[in-house]
C-alpha cells in the first residue's frame, strides 16, 4: 500500500511540474504586463511539485509551503495560472487528511492575499471586485469537491467498520452456540456414562455379558465424548466461525445403542439419546 501510494505521489508530482512549467510560457505571452518565466519562476514552479512527494507524511507543512511559494510567485510578478495547481492538490490532500480547519484558514488567508495584492500591490489597475469574487469561488468550489470526498470516503470507512463489527459479532454468537452444544454434549454424555456405569455395577454379578454391553457403552460414549470436545475446542481456540465437526451430530449409532433403552434416557425426535430431568435420572441411577 505504500509503495501503491508512493508511486501514485510521484506521478502526480511529476504530472504538476510538467504543466505548470509547460502552462507558463503560454500564459506569460499572454499577460504582458507580467514578467516572464527565468531560472526563479521556474524553481518556484518546481518547489510545489516537489512539495507534493510528502504531502501524505506531513499535509499541513506542505500545504503552507505550496501557498506560500504560490504569494512569492505572484509578487515577483510572474504570469498567473501555473502555481495554482501544486495548491489545489495541496488543500484536497489536506482536507482528505483530516486538517480541515487549517485547510479552510489557508484558503481565506490566501484569499484576503490575492484580495490585497490585485487592491494595492498590483502593477495594473484591480480587475474589480468579479475577479476577487471568481478566485473565491474557485477556492469554494475546490474546499467543497474536497469535503464532498471525504465525506464520502468516511461513510464507506463507516460502513466496512459496521460490517467488520457484524461478521465479529456473528462469530462470537456462533463460538457462544458452539461452547453451549459443548456443555450439552458434556452434561449428556456424563449422565449416560453415569447411568451405564451404575447399571454395569448392578448386572455384573448375575448378567455379565449385559454388563459387558453397558461398558462398551460407556467406552464409545467416552470417546465420541473427547472427538468432539477436542474439535470444538481447536475451532473456539481459532477464534473463526466453522461448521461443525464431522462426528458433532452423530448420535444415531446411539439411538440404537443399549444405552438409549436405559433407565433415564430416552431417543429425542432427532434420532439422539437425551435423558430425563436430572431428578428422574438420579432416581433412575439409584434405582439401578
Same mark, same amino acid.
Given at each position: 500500500m505504500?509503495t ?7 506521478v502526480?508530482s511529476?504530472?504538476a511540474?510538467?504543466?505548470? @512549467? ?12 507580467r ?14 511539485p516537489?512539495l @507534493?512527494? !510528502? +504531502?501524505?507524511?506531513?499535509? !499541513?507543512p506542505?500545504l503552507?509551503g =505550496?501557498v506560500l511559494? =504560490? ?19 495541496m ?7 483530516g486538517?480541515?480547519l487549517v485547510?479552510w @484558514?489557508?484558503?481565506?488567508g490566501?484569499f484576503a492575499?490575492?484580495?490585497i495584492y490585485?487592491?494595492?500591490m498590483a ?5 474589480g471586485a468579479?475577479?476577487?469574487l471568481?478566485v473565491?469561488a474557485?477556492i469554494l !468550489?475546490?474546499?467543497t469537491?474536497?469535503e464532498?470526498?471525504?465525506a464520502? +470516503?468516511?461513510r464507506?470507512?463507516e ?7 457484524e461478521?465479529?459479532r456473528q462469530? *462470537?454468537e456462533?463460538r ?5 452444544e459443548l456443555?450439552?454434549?458434556l452434561?449428556?454424555?456424563i449422565?449416560l456414562?453415569?447411568?451405564q456405569?451404575? =447399571?454395569a455395577?448392578h448386572l ?5 455379558e449385559q ?13 465420541d465424548?473427547?472427538?468432539?470436545m477436542?474439535s470444538v475446542?481447536?475451532?473456539l481456540?481459532?477464534g473463526?466461525?466453522a461448521?461443525p465437526?464431522?462426528?458433532? =451430530?452423530g448420535?444415531?449409532t446411539?439411538s *440404537?445403542a443399549p ?5 433415564g434416557v430416552?431417543?429425542a425426535?432427532s434420532?439422539?439419546?437425551r435423558r430425563? $430431568?436430572?431428578?428422574?435420572?438420579t432416581? $433412575?441411577s +439409584?434405582?439401578a
Amino acid at each position: 500500500m505504500r509503495t501503491r501510494c508512493g508511486r501514485a505521489d510521484l506521478v502526480t508530482s511529476g504530472v504538476a511540474a510538467l504543466l505548470q @512549467l509547460g502552462i507558463t510560457q503560454s500564459a506569460s505571452n499572454g499577460q504582458g504586463d507580467r514578467l516572464p518565466p527565468d531560472a526563479f519562476s521556474i524553481s518556484l514552479l518546481l518547489i510545489g511539485p516537489a512539495l @507534493l512527494l !510528502v +504531502r501524505r507524511r506531513w499535509p !499541513v507543512p506542505a500545504l503552507l509551503g =505550496t501557498v506560500l511559494v =504560490t504569494c512569492v510567485y505572484i509578487v515577483a510578478g510572474y504570469a498567473y495560472g501555473p502555481p495554482f495547481l501544486s495548491a489545489i492538490i495541496m488543500l484536497y490532500t489536506a482536507i482528505n487528511a483530516g486538517h480541515r480547519l487549517v485547510a479552510w @484558514l489557508t484558503s481565506a488567508g490566501f484569499f484576503a492575499f490575492i484580495v490585497i495584492y490585485m487592491t494595492w500591490m498590483a502593477p495594473v489597475a484591480s480587475p474589480g471586485a468579479f475577479h476577487n469574487l471568481a478566485v473565491g469561488a474557485m477556492i469554494l !468550489v475546490v474546499l467543497t469537491i474536497s469535503e464532498v470526498v471525504r465525506a464520502q +470516503r468516511e461513510r464507506a470507512a463507516e460502513r466496512r467498520r459496521v460490517a467488520e463489527e457484524e461478521e465479529r459479532r456473528q462469530a *462470537s454468537e456462533e463460538r457462544l452456540t458452539m461452547a453451549q452444544e459443548l456443555h450439552d454434549v458434556l452434561a449428556h454424555n456424563i449422565s449416560l456414562i453415569h447411568v451405564q456405569a451404575s =447399571t454395569a455395577l448392578h448386572l455384573i454379578d448375575d448378567h455379565p455379558e449385559q454388563a459387558r454391553t453397558a461398558l462398551a457403552t460407556i467406552k464409545q460414549a467416552s470417546k465420541d465424548v473427547l472427538g468432539e470436545m477436542r474439535s470444538v475446542l481447536n475451532v473456539l481456540r481459532e477464534g473463526a466461525p466453522a461448521p461443525p465437526p464431522p462426528g458433532w =451430530t452423530g448420535w444415531t449409532t446411539w439411538s *440404537s445403542a443399549p444405552a438409549c433403552r436405559s433407565p433415564g434416557v430416552r431417543p429425542a425426535g432427532s434420532g439422539r439419546c437425551r435423558r430425563g $430431568s436430572s431428578g428422574r435420572s438420579t432416581g $433412575s441411577s +439409584r434405582r439401578a
